[in-house]
């Protein structure tokens, strides 16, 4: 090229880069055709955005984002664990989920089964991660929404928001107490579930 331009390196230069340029404005015009085709296509679209979620709470690992990387809806996990949004809700959703809390099991769909085994009935076996509005609204399930058991024999087993007794009978007598609420007062899972789903 540099012989074909009588030894001007100037001249040379300038023609080489046209080339490159050339070639590359190709390769990105055929690169920018080929992924607005791809685009169009939803599998492409979901992979894309799984992608950009799980980038979302590598980057910036705030609960929303941890929740909505394993593939829950945040509006769905946020009502389940009776979290008003504020910062004090948060942190104790995202101290429930480092432990464990699930609302469901991750991919499956949702159901009232499973919601009340795996969300609900968590948040009772762990008082320490209950809101304020989950104990408001879940104040039918115990007279004073706490749990309790046999006093465990090593004291590093006792957890943390029990009350315990130091027989079975006594904490069999306790639960037998009658809190005069009929059945007819109390509302059934699916009604209070039918709210959060």
């Known amino acids: 090229m540099l012989i074909n331009n009588n030894g001007d390196v100037i001249v040379t230069l300038n023609k080489y880069m046209k080339l490159v340029a050339k070639k590359e ?3 990105e015009g055929t690169l920018f055709v080929a992924l607005t085709v791809a685009m169009e296509e939803p599998e492409v679209q979901q992979w894309l ?9 590598k980057l910036n690992p705030t609960v929303k984002n941890i929740v909505q990387s394993e593939g829950y809806d945040w509006e769905t996990v946020k009502g389940i664990f009776n979290s008003n ?4 809700d948060n ?7 480092e432990r464990g809390w699930r609302p469901w099991p991750k991919g499956e769909e949702p159901n009232e089964e499973s919601v009340f085994e795996n969300g609900i009935l968590w948040l009772f076996k762990n008082p320490k991660y209950q809101t304020e509005t989950f104990k408001n609204n879940f104040s039918w399930f ?17 957890r943390e ?14 639960n037998n107490i009658d809190d ?3 059945d007819e007062e109390i509302e059934t ?9």
């Open 25 to 27: 404005a190709i390769m």
């Open 49 to 57: 955005a799984t992608k950009i979620i799980d980038l979302k709470a």
């Open 85 to 88: 949004g504020s910062v004090g």
């Open 91 to 97: 942190t104790l959703l995202n101290q429930a989920w």
């Open 142 to 158: 115990g007279i004073d929404n706490v749990v309790r058991e046999v006093k465990p024999e090593k004291e590093e087993e006792r």
């Open 161 to 174: 928001g029990v009350i315990y007794y130091d027989t079975k009978e006594e904490l069999e007598l306790r």
């Open 180 to 182: 005069n609420i009929t």
């Open 189 to 197: 899972t699916s009604d209070i579930l039918d709210q959060y789903l």
